[in-house]
């Protein structure tokens, strides 16, 4: 094949397999991107439940005191 026909074919060739590699490259991107958000997500939804188990635990520390404090001054009235 004379060099004047096989430059624009190779040029053509060139080309997609740049635009291949830019595809492929965006979407190993994509599929990166993927489990970073559901990383994300993951670690926003345990905030939540741990603050709600905190928030839990903080109102039943609050009710045993209350009923320790209520059973204390029934043993022991102030005068």
Sequence with gaps: MPASIQAPVILMSRDQQVTTGRTEAEDDCDISAKPEFE????????????????????????????????????????P
């Design 39 to 78: 990383s994300l997500s993951l670690h926003e939804k345990v905030d939540y439940l741990r603050q709600k188990q905190e928030e839990e635990l903080l109102a039943l520390q609050n009710e045993r005191l209350d009923l320790l404090s209520s059973h204390l001054a029934k043993e022991h009235p102030v």
